[in-house]
């Protein structure tokens, strides 16, 4: 399986093609190329102590894509055990949201017809994270400036952004006051949050093989970030 990126990844997820099962097998090597790419950052992250569960999103039309692949996605999530772990506090009522591996907060690398994204997710459902990563950021003085050094030494690139909300944070001159005054208005339960880097097709395509660097690369470089942001049951 080649590690570049090819133009036919991206032919795809074209909207017109989005729900064409012909694609289906494309999709599928597309997936697959995305999820050998999370592997090997999983791979990383294990040999500094981070254990993380790797995972890949439909490549196929299906009810829960509204029958449209619009792009594809692989991730890394909170381990097995640690989300058995979360389940067994929460009990039966809320266990189950707590034990799915996509709700929670990951470390996703995607595709569509135009980009290659890199990203720190909280889903909406997964509040515990989210909770504890405003709440850190909010009250917290120490740990909103911990934050606003973590932010900056990521990558360029890399922005903040809440949901679907067209304004940036770009992490690399955040200032912790306006961090705090970004995150007041985020509501955990009802917003995702997104730290996340974008590579264009074209760059994509000229990098080759090193497409596939740079997605690990932006993944692990999230890691104490992701740490920051994880709840874990006292």
């Known amino acids: 399986m080649s590690d570049a990126f090819l133009e036919r990844d991206f032919k795809a997820y074209e909207r017109h093609f989005q729900d064409d099962p012909e694609y289906n097998s494309l999709r599928l090597a597309v997936r697959r190329k995305l999820k050998a790419m999370v592997d090997a950052a999983a791979k990383d992250a294990k040999e500094v102590g981070v254990e993380l ?47 799915t591996h996509y709700i929670q907060t990951v470390l996703e690398a995607c595709i569509d017809d135009q980009i ?17 990563f405003k709440k850190q950021a909010t009250n917290d003085p120490v740990k909103l400036e911990q934050l606003t050094v973590l932010l900056r030494a990521l990558p360029s690139g890399f922005n903040l952004r809440v949901h679907d909300w067209k304004k940036d944070n770009w992490c690399a001159s955040t200032k912790s006051s306006e961090l705090k005054e970004t995150l007041k208005l985020y509501t955990p339960g009802n917003h995702w949050l997104h730290i996340q880097r974008q590579l264009p097709k074209e760059d994509a395509l000229l990098m080759g093989a090193e497409a596939s660097a740079w997605v690990k690369s932006s993944l692990l470089s999230l890691l104490a970030v992701y740490k920051f942001a994880l709840w874990e049951p006292s």
């Open 53 to 99: 569960s790797a995972q890949a999103g439909l490549h196929h039309p299906y009810t829960f894509n509204a029958y449209r692949v619009r792009e594809q996605r692989a991730y890394l999530c909170r381990s097995p055990k640690e989300r058995k772990k979360l389940s067994a506090f929460f009990g039966e009522a809320l266990g189950k949201d707590a034990e």
């Open 116 to 132: 290659v994204e890199c990203a720190l997710r909280i889903h909406p459902q997964a509040w515990w994270d989210g909770e504890n």
